[in-house]
């Protein structure tokens, strides 16, 4: 019996005739897969599953989603992002969501991860996507114990993030790093050369006009702020407020991002 395959017209352009045929007829289809968006286990042979096409500008890499998650399409990535995309989208899952390995840093006393908040922001009248960044716990310098408080900041800085007194001012773009929306969801941060430095364990949901907006501006403005300084916020006036108040108290620092996918 052929697997539950779906390839769309886009991705049939892209992989030819001969090899979509050949994964309808399950010559070349897999057995199991872990679905490129909520990476749990998918089987084709059980439950329709679409065919995921990732295009950089000299290779390709044609993943697997559960249908019910995302359709059969073509996701155009820069060629130095495609390797740490993939691996973001279709790596192991991790232990926490959304957990992330924030290297080059390091958590102290405890491991910590980075908690990553989506929203619309002001800046001189008009709405920009951001993304807050706020780890668990204190992080220290690759290499210390971290008795000497939390280097969060520091080490932003000295990757180029820039320190924000006034959330009204667009901060300055970072060399190499991108924001990765795939399939309307958001996976990852990516440092220079396409790796991970956040990735969701599970793809993120966005909001409809957040995922305009950065389609529209292909820019997503990166806040970070260390533990504490920000908190769950669950109205995005009330995200602006802790913004501006970390602002005040020197505990904020950003970057403008160009956004990778779509």
Same mark, same amino acid.
């Given at each position: 019996m052929p697997p539950m395959l779906d390839v769309s017209e886009d991705v049939r352009a892209e992989i030819g005739d001969e090899e979509a045929d050949r994964l309808l007829a399950g010559d070349s289809a897999p057995g199991s897969y872990d679905c490129t968006s909520c990476r749990t286990p998918g089987d084709?042979?059980?439950e329709r599953t679409s065919t995921v096409l990732f295009v950089g500008e000299e290779t390709a890499v044609l993943a697997f989603a559960?249908?019910?998650? !995302?359709p059969s399409q073509v996701v155009q990535l820069a060629e130095d992002q495609l390797q740490g995309a993939v691996r973001s989208i279709t790596g192991a899952p991790r232990a926490a969501a959304p957990a992330v390995d924030p290297a080059p /840093?390091?958590?102290?006393?405890?491991?910590? #991860? /980075? *908690? #990553?908040?989506s929203g619309l922001i002001l800046v001189n009248g008009d709405l920009h996507p951001a993304l807050v960044v706020e780890p668990t716990a204190p992080i220290a310098r690759p290499g210390t114990t971290g008795g000497d408080g939390d280097d969060f900041l520091p080490l932003l800085m000295e990757q180029g993030f820039a320190p924000i007194h006034d959330v009204n001012g667009l901060p300055a773009p970072l060399q190499g790093w991108s924001v990765l929306l795939a399939m309307g969801k958001l996976h990852a941060i990516l440092q220079a050369g396409g790796v991970a430095w956040w990735q969701a364990h599970q793809a993120l949901q966005v909001t409809e006009g957040w995922r305009t907006a950065a389609n529209k501006s292909k820019t997503v403005l990166v806040f970070a702020a260390p533990v *504490?300084? !920000?908190g769950?916020?669950?109205?995005e006036d009330l995200l602006r407020d802790a913004l501006e108040k970390a602002a005040a108290r020197g505990l904020l620092v950003a970057a403008a991002m160009p956004l990778a996918g779509t």
């Open positions: 084709p042979e059980q559960h249908a019910s998650c !995302i /840093l390091d958590a102290a006393p405890n491991q910590a #991860v /980075l *908690g #990553v908040t *504490g300084a !920000i769950q916020q669950p109205r």
